[in-house]
Each structure stands twice: as C-alpha cells, then as structure tokens.
C-alpha cells in the first residue's frame, strides 16, 4: 500500500473510530448537541469552497468544533487537513480530490464537559467537484465560465440589438451581482 493510501486509510479509521463512538453513544451529554454540516453541493473543479456557504451549524449545550478533511485538501487559516469550525475559513481541494472528482467534511462537535468524551456529535458534507457548465442565453449568445467559476464581461463584448426582442429573456441563475464599477473598461 502506497504511504499515501496507508496514511488516508489511518487517518479515515481513526475519524470513524470517532464518529462510532459518537454515533453510537448515548450519552445523555450528546442530547443537546445539534451537527449540521451543511447539504451537499458541488462547486467548479479548480474553486475553493467558502465554508461559510456551507450554513454549518453547531448548537445546543456547545457552539463550536472541528472541521475534518476526508480528501487530501486544507482549510484556512491553519493550512491544515482540520480547523475549528468557529474560525476555518476556506478549504482548497487537493490534488486526490480533483482527480477523484468529490471529497468529504466531518464537521465534530465539542465534547460537552471534558469528562465526557462521547458526547461528541458528527455530521459530514459531500462536495462534488464539477467542470464550469456553458451557459447559453439563446442560440446566438453563449457565455462560459472560466475553471473558477467566472467570466468579466466588459461593454465593448456587447453589441447593440439591430431587431427589437420579440421575446424578453429573463435570466434566473445568477452567480454573482457585477456593478458597473467592476467592469472594465
């Protein structure tokens, strides 16, 4: 086994070790601790993912925990495979999760008390890595998004309509709001 493959195979035991404590426990502890990682998403292959997008929550008798990376990824700040919940930022997918296509988070809750191990509670997120769709208006505009996710549209790649529209198009996907202070010129 590559030591890679040992050292994710390790690594991915001992979480479970842990989320079958956790789960399994029925530590009166654990009844007032709420996990929720966030619903599965998928973002572009290249993103990174805003954890805060996720709508993680941690609530009840505590608030704050540890995210956990089941790929080979890392979170910020601590640029690391684990960052508290309360101040993990972003997490970059590594190279293994690309090539896989999808990655897991743990997101594990604070013990209760110290004395109480088992009174941890577990949720994870599965986030699917995904190529940057086309996006077409109609058949004679077409619009792809960069490997992030992006495309700046600027004025001068817009032409004006000879024909007046016959039909008006509305478009419901957004991804993000541009003003025209960030177009350039």
């Not at 030591?3 to 079958?20: G, N, P, Q």
């Not at 998004?145 to 992006?150: I, R, S």
């Not at 001068?156 to 960030?182: E, G």
């Amino acid at each position: 086994m590559s030591d890679f493959r040992h050292t994710l195979f390790l690594k991915i035991a001992s979480i479970l070790w842990t989320v079958v404590i956790a789960k399994t426990s029925f530590s009166p502890d654990a009844m007032n601790i709420q996990v929720f990682a966030g619903n599965d998403t998928a973002i572009c292959r290249d993103a990174s993912l805003e954890l805060a997008e996720l709508g993680a929550i941690i609530s009840g008798d505590v608030t704050d925990g540890d995210w956990i990376s089941l790929g080979d990824g890392y979170f910020t700040p601590t640029n690391s495979d684990k960052a508290r919940f309360s101040t993990g930022l972003m997490y970059y997918p590594g190279q293994n999760d690309k090539a896989i296509g999808q990655f897991k988070l743990l997101l594990i809750s604070d013990a209760p008390s110290p004395n109480s191990p088992n009174g941890k509670v577990t949720d994870e997120v599965n986030i699917t890595l995904q190529s940057a769709p086309a996006l077409s208006c109609s058949v004679n505009v077409n619009v792809s998004l960069d490997e992030n996710c992006q495309q700046v549209i600027i004025p001068s790649m817009l032409t004006t309509n000879p024909v007046p529209p016959i039909i008006v198009i509305s478009l419901h996907y957004m991804t993000k709001m541009i003003t025209s202070s960030q177009m350039q010129p």
